[in-house]
C-alpha cells in the first residue's frame, strides 16, 4: 500500500509540478523548434552560398586561365615587337651596306682587269710568303713555349731542393 500511495503522490506531484511549469515548457519548445526552423534555413542559406562559391570558383578558375594566356600572348607580342624592331634595324643596316657594296662594284668595274690580275698574283704571293713566314713563326712559338715550360719545371724542381737543403739545414743548426 505504500508504494501506491508513494506512487499516487509522485503523480500527483507530477502533475502539480507540470502545470506550473507547463507554460515554461511549451516556451522551451517553442524557442526549440523556432531555433531548429533557423537553423534548417540557415543550412538552405549555406548550401546556396556553397553552390555559388563553387561555380564562383570555377569560373574565377577559368578567369585566372584566361588572364593567364593573356600575360603569355602580352608577353608574346612584346617579344615580337622587339624581334620587329631589331630586324627593321638588321635590314636598314643590310640596305646601306648593300649600296656601299653596289658603290664598290661600280668602283672596280672602272679597274683594268689585266693590272687587277697582275696584282692579284702578287698579293697570292705575298700571301703564301706571310703564310710560310707565319708557319715558321708558330712553330718557334711552339718551340720556345715548350722551353719555357720545361725551364719553369726545373726552376721549381731547384726550389723544391732549396727548400729541402733550407729544412735540413734548419734542423742542423737546430739540432746544434
Do not use: H, W
Given at each position: ?138 712553330k718557334s712559338l711552339k718551340k720556345s713555349r715548350a722551353e719555357n715550360a720545361e725551364l719553369q719545371s726545373k726552376v721549381k724542381e731547384f726550389e723544391a ?16
Amino acid at each position: 500500500m505504500l508504494n501506491t500511495k508513494s506512487l499516487e503522490r509522485v503523480i500527483a506531484l507530477e502533475d502539480k509540478l507540470r502545470t506550473e511549469y507547463q507554460a515554461q515548457l511549451d516556451a522551451k519548445s517553442a524557442e526549440i523548434d523556432q531555433g531548429i526552423s533557423k537553423q534548417e534555413e540557415q543550412r538552405a542559406v549555406i548550401d546556396k552560398q556553397l553552390e555559388k562559391i563553387s561555380t564562383l570558383s570555377t569560373e574565377a578558375t577559368a578567369n585566372k586561365r584566361i588572364e593567364q594566356l593573356n600575360r603569355e600572348l602580352q608577353s608574346r607580342c612584346e617579344n615580337l615587337q622587339e624581334e620587329i624592331t631589331t630586324a627593321k634595324a638588321r635590314l636598314k643596316a643590310l640596305q646601306k651596306d648593300l649600296a656601299e657594296e653596289r658603290a664598290e662594284v661600280k668602283a672596280l668595274k672602272q679597274f683594268d682587269p689585266a693590272k687587277m690580275k697582275k696584282n692579284l698574283d702578287a698579293s697570292k704571293k705575298k700571301l703564301t710568303e706571310k703564310t710560310t713566314v707565319s708557319d715558321l713563326l708558330q712553330k718557334s712559338l711552339k718551340k720556345s713555349r715548350a722551353e719555357n715550360a720545361e725551364l719553369q719545371s726545373k726552376v721549381k724542381e731547384f726550389e723544391a731542393r732549396l727548400a729541402e737543403l733550407e729544412n735540413t739545414e734548419e734542423g742542423e743548426a737546430a739540432a746544434a
